[in-house]
C-alpha cells in the first residue's frame, strides 16, 4: 500500500521553490534605444539621488515610492502567496500583479510633484523648448514613460 498525499504537500513544495527563484523589479530598468539622448538610466539616477556638481536637488521616485508603499506591499504578497499556495493563481501572476502595482505608485508619486519645485533656470530652460509644464520629473515624458516592472 503506498502513501497518498491528502495534503498536496508535492504541489505546496514546488509553488514555494517557484516564489523563491522568482522575483520582480520596478523602476527605470534598461537602456532605451535612443542614443542620441543621456541615457534614462543616468537620468534616473541624477533624479533619484541628486547631483551637487550639477547642482539638480534629490527627488527620489522609486525608494520613496517604495518606502511610502511597502507595507501595502507586504499585505499584498502574504494575500498572494496564500492564492497561489491554494492553487488559484500562479506564481508568475503573483508577481506580475505586485510589478504591476509598484510601477503604477512610482508614477503615481511622480505626479504628486517630488519637491522641490523646479528652479527657475529649469523653468526657463522649458519654455524655450515650448513645454510650460512645471512638474518635476515630467519634461518629455520619456522617463515617466519608462517606469517599469519585470518578473525574473
Known amino acids: 500500500m503506498g502513501v497518498t498525499d491528502i495534503n498536496n504537500m508535492g504541489k505546496i513544495l514546488k509553488v514555494l ?18 542614443s542620441t539622448k543621456p541615457s534614462l538610466l543616468t537620468i534616473a539616477a541624477t533624479q533619484e539621488f541628486g547631483s551637487e556638481k550639477e547642482r539638480i536637488p534629490e527627488r527620489s ?13 507586504g499585505i ?4 498572494y502567496i496564500q492564492l497561489a499556495l491554494a492553487g488559484t493563481m500562479s506564481v508568475e501572476a503573483m508577481y506580475t500583479k505586485l510589478g504591476q502595482t509598484m ?3 512610482i508614477q503615481m508619486h511622480i505626479r504628486k510633484r517630488i519637491p522641490p519645485a523646479l528652479s527657475r ?7 524655450r523648448r515650448g513645454n510650460r509644464g512645471t512638474t518635476p520629473l515630467i ?11 519585470e518578473v525574473k
Not at 522568482?22 to 534605444?33: R, W
Not at 533656470?121 to 519654455?127: D, Y
Open 17 to 34: 521553490e517557484e516564489i523563491t527563484e522568482s522575483s520582480v523589479e520596478a523602476g527605470i530598468l534598461g537602456e532605451d534605444k535612443d
Open 61 to 73: 521616485f522609486i525608494r520613496a515610492s517604495f518606502d511610502k508603499n511597502k507595507e501595502e506591499y
Open 76 to 79: 499584498k504578497t502574504v494575500e
Open 103 to 105: 510601477a503604477q505608485d
Open 121 to 127: 533656470r529649469t523653468l526657463e530652460a522649458r519654455r
Open 139 to 149: 519634461d518629455t515624458g520619456r522617463l515617466f514613460g519608462a517606469v517599469s516592472y
